[in-house]
């Protein structure tokens, strides 16, 4: 059976993670791509140089040339500016429209059969414009969004309840900016409702609402938060683990249930918009979207959300 082939399109921060992880996880070999020469060959002779300590075997690639995406199974794409202190994941949308309409033309042209899946932001309308331009059905081009931002707030509710992370499932649907939607009501430790658990932990149902919103409100911010310590540039480790739980989903056919910045043709209420929303992933990229019915104060947010990312898209020129 050959090798699958994972592409990476952007060699910055996000990029270096993402080819550390598919080496350190053998999931293919791995082609590293970026404009700026020297950057992508650097950063992978330096992972592929240590193989032999971490006992990974696959082909490692830097380039500057589309050439190399040839025959990928999945394309992962980070190429674009991340944020500064103070601004939003929208006051990328120019800059970065210009750089993905480029990097989706060298996909179309050598990796027509690939599944891609976007991290750029702002990223709901990064997506939209990648698939436009590929033309790739859009069950083939999706974005990571939910996957980091369900484990954002999964983080904190472990933190409030002193619970391991591992027994927490907690879930964001909606786009990935300020309005995005985690879905209270499923929060979870092992199938027991995090309310119930607040509830017990304070004793009050007032004081554990308000112990939920703000969990909620710095899920919302988690990004920014990021941003403001580090000043120089937005989340990486998450990120980059995020997609490639999605892309591992894909390359072995999990049929994972991740949330995941899909184009919906009805669910939830929304036609014609990617959204984020609950997605089996295998090997066909998108397989099947999983809905369910929310109530009248989540469908009220998920509307709300839904409608940024509709301005959103319609700012793009
Ligand atoms: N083609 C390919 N790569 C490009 C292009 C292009 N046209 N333009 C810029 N790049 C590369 C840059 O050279 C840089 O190496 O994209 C890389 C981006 O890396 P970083 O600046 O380190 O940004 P990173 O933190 O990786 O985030 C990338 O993901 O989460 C989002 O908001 C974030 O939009 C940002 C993106």
């Known amino acids: 059976m050959a090798r699958k082939k994972i592409s ?3 060699g910055g921060q996000i990029g270096g993670v993402l080819a550390q992880l598919c080496a350190l996880r053998e999931l293919g070999d791995v082609v590293l791509f970026d404009i700026v020469e020297g950057l992508p060959q650097g950063k992978m002779l330096d992972i592929a140089e240590v193989g032999p300590v ?3 075997d696959v082909c490692l690639k830097g380039t500057n040339s589309y050439e190399d995406i040839k025959g990928s199974d999945i394309v992962i794409v980070t190429a674009g500016l991340p944020r500064k202190p103070g601004m939003s994941r929208d006051d990328l949308i120019e800059v970065n429209s210009k750089i993905m309409t480029s990097v989706a033309e060298g996909i ?5 059969d690939s599944i891609v899946i ?6 709901d309308a990064m997506v939209t414009l990648c698939q436009k331009i590929t033309g790739f059905p859009h069950s083939r081009v999706i974005g990571q969004a939910g996957v980091l931002d369900s484990a954002r707030f999964a983080t904190f509710i472990a933190w409030e309840l002193g619970v391991s992370v591992k027994d927490v499932t907690a879930m964001t649907l909606g786009g990935h900016g300020d309005d995005m939607v985690p ?6 430790v092992n199938g027991i409702p995090v309310m119930e658990l607040l509830e017990q932990k304070y004793n009050d149902k007032a004081k554990a609402k308000e112990v939920m919103e703000a969990m909620v409100k710095r899920t919302r911010g988690a990004g920014g938060e990021v941003v403001a310590l580090l000043k120089t540039g937005s989340a990486f480790y998450s990120p980059a683990s995020s997609a490639i739980a999605m892309a591992e989903s894909i390359l072995k056919d999990q049929k994972r249930v991740l949330p995941t910045c899909c184009f919906l043709q009805g669910e939830f ?7 984020g929303v609950p997605a089996v992933l295998g090997e066909k990229g998108v397989e099947s979207i999983i809905q369910f019915k929310l109530d009248a104060e989540e469908q009220a947010m998920m509307d709300k959300s839904v409608a940024a990312v509709k301005e959103l898209v319609g700012s793009m020129k």
């Open 54 to 56: 971490d006992r990974y």
């Open 269 to 275: 209420g929304v036609s014609g918009f990617y959204v």
């Open 183 to 188: 879905l209270v009501r499923y929060a979870s």
């Open 8 to 10: 990476l399109i952007g």
């Open 118 to 123: 976007v991290i750029s932001n702002p990223l």
């Open 108 to 112: 179309k042209q050598y990796a027509p």
